[in-house]
């Protein structure tokens, strides 16, 4: 229990990004640096007032510091990494983790099936756009998605045990990728930058690229290029795309383009790239039409928006579920919703 506890109990620390003293601090020093440093050593449980004491300062439940499930974060990619101080990446794994040990508690306790069928795996080394928009098309195919839009990418990706998580971060993030626990696919987002739906979806397929594919000798910057056709075929497959616009064009109007972002979910922007990625117009019409949206201050807010829901009530779902079948208590589930009992009760009051 003491090493529960230790390693809770850091987490919490570095999830807040404060240091020892940060939090001694933060604590009015009514507990000492020293006394600190012995509970995340693990040589000794503070008393249930204590843990109240670090549980406000750290703004996380008393039963936080006891969450046994194991969580351990493969090789965790950032995008825009080098701009990112170590300080604030750390944060964004410990919430990350967070959130997931929170998940799979829950499944743990439900005795769900989290295994990921990887259809990729076997996929060749990827160094150029044709393969992969091919290892879009299988995925689509494998998925059973048809050539049609994806209307939620974030319950998508969650119903075939991809675990999405939105983070409230610094803005250098946009987001990362990687394994739990050896096995466990994750992906995140930072909601406070990316907080339009249709650049969620391809932020959040961006990811599922790095993911999934496996890259050549090629530089970070072609990777990134292919990770975003990647999203760009998943969301709008080459097919779907000349049948919209037709096999070749001189030119393409404001009015097409508004149509296809609002009904399959990808910017104005993406839309012409992917166009120029399926020869259906070429580079001088692309670099003239990005022009024009510079000019028209369009980079990000286009004159269309998407307006589809990027959301999945999954986690929702199971705890209610396991509530309503006793399976947890009450206050057991305030703690896995990360609420106060009372928060919880008055919030679902209705329910129960």
Same mark, same amino acid.
């Given at each position: 229990m003491k090493e529960v506890f230790a390693e809770r109990f850091k987490s919490a620390r570095l999830m807040k990004g404060f240091s020892l003293q940060d939090l001694a601090d933060a604590l009015e020093n009514q507990l000492s640096r020293q006394a600190l440093?012995?509970?995340?050593?693990?040589?000794?449980?503070p008393d249930a007032e204590k843990i109240n004491l670090l549980s406000r300062a750290l703004n996380v439940n008393p039963d936080y510091f006891f969450r046994s499930t194991k969580v351990e974060l493969g090789e965790v990619e950032f995008r825009k990494l080098s701009k990112m101080p170590q300080k604030e990446a750390t944060v964004i794994k410990e919430i990350t983790k967070e959130k997931l040990s929170r998940y799979l508690e829950l499944e743990e306790i439900l005795g769900l099936p989290n295994e990921f069928e990887d259809y990729?795996?076997?996929?060749?080394? *990827?160094?150029?756009?044709?393969? *992969?928009?091919? #290892? #879009? +098309?299988?995925?689509? +195919?494998?998925?059973?998605l048809g050539s049609g839009p994806i209307f939620n990418i974030v319950e998508l990706l969650e119903d075939k045990n991809i675990k999405v998580v939105d983070l409230r971060v610094n803005d250098d993030f946009d987001g990362l990728q990687t394994r739990v626990n050896g096995t466990i696919p994750v992906v995140a987002y930072n909601a406070n930058k990316i907080n339009k739906p249709d650049r969620i979806r391809f932020t959040l397929l961006h990811e599922l690229a790095h993911l999934l594919l496996k890259f050549g000798n090629i530089t970070e910057r072609q990777k990134e290029t292919l990770c975003h056709q990647f999203a760009g075929a998943m969301l709008l497959p080459e097919k779907t795309l000349k049948a919209e616009l037709g096999e070749h064009r001189n030119k393409l109007s404001i009015n097409e383009l508004g149509n296809i972002k609002k009904q399959y979910g990808i910017s104005m922007q993406a839309v012409v790239m992917r166009a120029k990625d399926c020869g259906i117009i070429n580079e001088h019409y692309t670099k003239q039409f990005f022009f024009i949206i510079r000019q028209m201050n369009w980079k990000v807010d286009e004159p269309v928006e998407y307006n589809g829901a990027e959301e999945s009530n999954r986690f929702e779902q199971l705890l209610f579920r396991a509530l309503v079948e006793d399976q947890i208590s009450m206050s057991k589930a305030a703690s896995l919703n990360n609420q106060t009992l009372a928060d919880f009760r008055k919030e679902h009051q209705m329910a129960f």
């Open positions: 440093h012995r509970y995340e050593k693990g040589e000794v449980i990729l795996k076997d996929f060749e080394i *990827v160094t150029e756009y044709e393969q *992969v928009n091919r #290892a #879009a +098309e299988l995925l689509r +195919e494998k998925w059973s």
